[in-house]
């Protein structure tokens, strides 16, 4: 290796040493440079008890890797004789402090992982060392390797004394520093490894080409005239993009393998697989004196392209009067026994049979196949699934069509709408090729377009009128050509289901919504039976009309089982045009399956308990079907919406607003309602009441107070005429319109509602359910108390039935129990009892378990937080509460309000801590939300009493 150089590795080394050691302190540094070699590091490991898995394994992979690694960094320390002492030290060090009882055990696998993968790396390392001697990049990249790990050795050190010095009532930080600074190791490490293979291809290029040329000289070549290259497309100078695909295919047939390379393009009609052979072909045109391109659409054809490459080769005259089966033979045997490179493309192979008599045996050659049929990749030893085009390739592909001979980018925005066009395309490439040479031919403006698009969806061919007059050299299908065939020749239960799948989401649905959706449903029957369904899914997997995707789940702990989550993709495209192509009837038959399918599988609430918190996995896997069949109901103003439709969107609208995803759930509600108002549906009171009373929570939650009580009590007046007095919907109807009362200040009238709710339960007969919503009342009644300033009440309500659960009516780790917990602390801090904290600490982490670290009720756990650290003084922990918080709800719909308070309170924080400039303008940008929500800036008064009150009682 070479060690020293002008620029080079010594340099690089010799920074990254001085670097780390300015950063460590004194103590730090002396720690460092008590361990001078690997064998003293390897006695204290195995004296210390680590506290990490696998403790004997792991031990054995570290010793091992330790003694030849010793070698290695001798390597480095021949240059700068203090670095082995510094690499060997700074572990030691890294372990010792990372042992403590303090430290989170998270943190401590990382240290014990890196320990274990640094050592068990050395034997690779070493060998790079050995074999790419005179190679800089190989040299370059392990320097920075290691620069890395210094640098990592030190962030865990910053974010140790962070944890030890926490307050007690702090949460534990996120080790997030460190785990970037762990990823940039792997992608150092990547990097190596690709530095690595780079120089042994190299290497090994050098080596085969002399070989080659040994070779070359004494082999006998046999008949047939090379070069002969069949190709019937020129190279396609607007090829853009897939060159991912395009490394993996030179990797998987490079021709120094002594076997015979094969691989299978495969993908749906249109998405570019011909176009991928082509590209590869000419990037590689010189590597093979022979090249044979086979149309495989038929045997016929297929047969008809050997017999042509057979001639052209002069392995037969062309006035040869050998039927053409034979000649095809005489190819295939010249394949199998020539020494020459060849490379054969079977194009459009989607009835993969055909292809049997045809493919030479043997281990010579090179074989591609383009196919609409994945099974083409089981005959192949490698396979490439094609899917349509990133976003950034399809435009620069739309925009080289575009702006070709000269013409000019179009006019204004063009970025934005050429994106939307794209989007329109589903990134497809004919697609995008098809209308991009349209567009330039007939000049058309992109509203016309978007006429035009819509009106080719409902042609019977697909995009018919978007045809140029103008023929394309590098396309020979059109999308009426590649699809049309396809689609005339399906099953009728397999065009049922791909009609079916064109009203659901087209990116994952899952099987197990067609199979235990259709179930009592006697239309859909063939969905349900097992063997039917894999006919029609194979069906259309053949024809490249849908992918399947399998998810592999581990279950079972110790012993794991695994399982396979499957789901069908189809394109949106393809989705588009078998929707429209249908007529009314077809259409509005098809809808309704889709929406029977979901609506079997949806969790449905009870009709006195309408929480689905324990279900939300259920409910978020079915989401986009809904959000999808929405979509479709706004685009097609012909389908019949009914009662069905309402009660499904009622349910995800529920589950979306105990998400706290109102952007979501308006959409869905306003559907519902509007099925609910047209008396021709059939629709009942029941799902009228419930639908209004939705509306009413979601408006809640977005502090729409005044539109939140309208609704409620339109709920309430439904209820009221059509059930009895004892009925428990009353109690719902009366306690939901308590809600925004006591949101408006109006305490005295909330409680007297809930009174009256409580006073409906007491008429109940049912034992649990009167249990059940006796402490669902009494939890909001203590809201309402601590709001009015009593939480001394409040606690005696919360705790009114056992513990703050209910003795079992609840469970803790849900939204409903970090609710009690964010409710009980509140009580508790009300009245300077420092338990308080316990409690919303526990709400805290249940909710970043639940709804994840950009959830909203996480963010409000959040603000919490840090009133709580800026009330004991701890002014920087509660700034990062206030930050995290504040970017939380940027990002949420109708949450300004919300904002306002965390921006504010952040810029308290900042003041206190002396960052006058940066509180100054914080302090502006939450004013001028004041503004926007309220009107007026709030300038005289307590700013924090005003702020707080800016948000839901419930949140504060």
């Known amino acids: 290796m070479a060690v020293v150089d002008e620029y080079g590795t010594s340099a690089l080394w010799a920074r990254a040493v001085s670097e780390y050691k300015e950063k460590l302190s004194q103590d730090d540094l002396h720690a460092v440079l008590s361990v001078s070699n690997s064998q003293e590091l390897l006695r204290r490991l195995e004296s210390s008890e680590i506290q990490i898995s696998n403790h004997g394994t792991r031990m054995e992979k570290i010793r091992n890797g330790l003694e030849k690694y010793s070698v290695f960094l001798s390597v480095f320390g021949s240059a700068l004789p203090e670095t082995s002492a510094l690499f060997w030290g700074s572990l030691d060090f890294l372990h010792q402090m990372s042992s403590g009882s303090q430290v989170p055990r998270q943190l401590k696998e990382l240290v014990a992982n890196l320990i274990e993968d640094l050592c068990s790396s050395a034997p690779r390392l070493r060998t790079y060392e050995k074999i790419f001697r005179d190679m800089t990049e190989v040299d370059t990249a392990l320097a920075q390797l290691y620069h890395g790990v210094l640098s990592f050795f030190y962030e865990v050190n910053v974010f140790l004394k962070r944890c030890a010095s926490r307050p007690k009532i702090a949460p534990l930080p996120e080790p997030i520093r460190v785990r970037a600074k762990l990823k940039e ?25 002399e070989i080659k040329d040994i070779f070359s000289r004494v082999s006998v070549k046999p008949k047939g005239s090379l070069p002969c290259r069949i190709v019937p497309y020129p190279v396609n100078p607007r090829f853009v993009g897939r060159q991912d695909i395009l490394n993996q295919m030179s990797i998987d047939l490079a021709i120094s393998k002594p076997e015979q390379k094969s691989i299978a393009i495969h993908g749906m009609g249109g998405v570019g697989k011909t176009q991928i052979a082509l590209k590869y072909i000419y990037d590689h045109l010189e590597d093979y004196p022979a090249v044979f391109w086979m149309n495989a659409d038929s045997r016929a054809k297929l047969q ?24 095809s033979k005489v190819l295939k045997d010249w394949m199998e026994e020539a020494r020459d490179e060849w490379l054969v493309v079977f194009d459009n192979a989607d009835d993969l049979e055909i292809l049997r008599p045809f493919w030479p045996s043997g281990n010579r050659g090179t074989i591609i196949i383009t196919s609409r049929n994945h099974a083409a990749a089981a005959l192949t030893k490698k396979g490439a699934l094609v899917k349509p085009l990133p976003a950034d390739d399809g435009e620069s592909l739309f925009m080289s069509i575009i702006t070709r001979s000269g013409s000019e980018e179009p006019d204004g925005d063009a970025d934005i709408w050429v994106r939307k066009v794209i989007e329109k395309l589903g990134y497809l490439p004919l697609a995008i090729n098809q209308v991009a040479h349209y567009m330039l031919e007939s000049e058309c403006s992109v509203d016309d377009f978007y006429d035009i698009y819509n009106e080719s969806l409902k042609s019977q061919e697909t995009f018919g009128p978007l045809k140029a007059t103008v023929g394309d050299m590098f396309y020979e299908h059109s999308l009426a050509t590649v699809w049309k065939i396809s689609l005339k020749k399906l099953s009728d239960n397999a065009a049922s289901l791909l009609a079916i799948l064109s009203c659901l989401d087209p990116d994952g649905i899952p099987e197990s919504l067609l199979r235990e959706g259709s179930k009592g449903h006697p239309d859909l029957l063939y969905l349900s039976r097992t063997v039917s369904f894999i006919d029609v899914v194979s069906e259309l997997m053949r024809n490249g009309l849908i992918s399947k995707n399998i998810t592999q789940v581990q279950t079972g702990g110790a012993s794991l089982n695994r399982r396979g989550t499957r789901s069908l993709a189809v394109h949106r495209l393809v989705q588009e045009t078998v929707f429209h ?14 929406v029977k ?24 896997k079915l989401l986009p079907h809904l959000l999808a069949l929405n979509s479709r109901s706004l685009d097609s103003t012909d389908l019949e919406l009914d009662a069905r439709l309402a009660e499904l969107f009622l349910y995800g609208s529920w589950y979306l607003y105990e998400r706290r995803l109102p952007e979501l759930s308006l959409p869905l509600l306003e559907t519902a309602k ?7 549906t059939g629709i009942d009171w029941f799902l009228k009441a419930r639908t209004l009373s939705c509306f009413g929570c979601v408006l809640f939650e977005c502090s729409k107070y005044q539109d939140s009580e309208k609704f409620f009590r339109k709920a309430l007046e439904i209820r009221l005429k059509n059930v009895e007095d004892s009925d428990i919907l009353l109690a719902h109807g009366y306690q939901d319109v308590a809600l925004p009362v006591t949101a408006q200040g109006r305490y005295d009238e909330a409680i007297e509602l809930q009174k009256r709710a409580l006073a409906v339960v007491e008429l109940n007969g049912d034992d649990f359910t009167r249990r059940d919503m006796t402490f669902h009342i009494h939890h909001n009644m203590a809201r309402t108390y601590e709001a009015a300033g009593q939480p001394e009440m409040g606690l005696t309500l919360h705790f009114n039935q056992g513990d703050e659960f209910g003795d079992g009516l609840r ?27 316990e409690y919303h600490t526990r709400a805290l982490k249940i909710r970043k378990q639940l709804v994840g670290e950009r959830g909203f009720y996480y963010g409000v756990s959040l603000h919490k937080m840090g009133c709580i650290l800026y009330e004991g003084g701890n002014f920087a922990e509660a700034g990062d509460a206030f930050e995290q918080a504040r970017d939380i709800f940027s990002n949420s719909l109708d949450a300004q309000r919300e904002l306002a308070r965390s921006t504010y309170f952040l810029s308290v924080v900042n003041r206190e801590l002396g960052h006058l400039a940066e509180a100054d303008k ?24 005003k702020f707080s009150k800016l948000v839901i009682y419930i949140h504060n």
């Not at 079997?600 to 978020?620: A, G, I, K, Q």
């Not at 803790?812 to 308080?836: D, F, K, T």
């Open 185 to 209: 190791i792997e992608d150092l490490k990547t990097n190596v490894e690709r530095e690595a293979w780079a120089a042994n291809v190299d290497l090994h290029y050098k080596w085969h080409e």
């Open 581 to 594: 192509q249908q007529d009314k009837a077809a259409q509005n038959s098809t809808f309704s399956s889709a």
């Open 597 to 620: 399918l979901c609506l079997t599988v949806y969790p449905h609430p009870t009709r006195s308990n309408f929480r689905l918190m324990h279900r939300w996995p259920e409910c978020e």
């Open 674 to 680: 509007k099925i609910c108002e047209n008396s021709s």
């Open 811 to 837: 469970t803790e780790m849900s939204e409903s129990g970090a609710v009690n917990l964010y409710a009980i602390g509140n009580c508790y801090l009300a009245q300077n009892n420092p338990i308080g904290i």
């Open 922 to 945: 914080l302090l502006a940008e939450a004013q001028m939300l004041m503004c926007q929500i309220t009107g007026s800036k709030a300038e005289d008064g307590d700013l924090n009493d």
């Open 304 to 327: 008809s392209s050997f017999v042509d490459a057979a001639r052209k080769l002069q392995l037969k005259e062309s006035d040869s009067q050998h039927d053409a089966e034979s000649v």
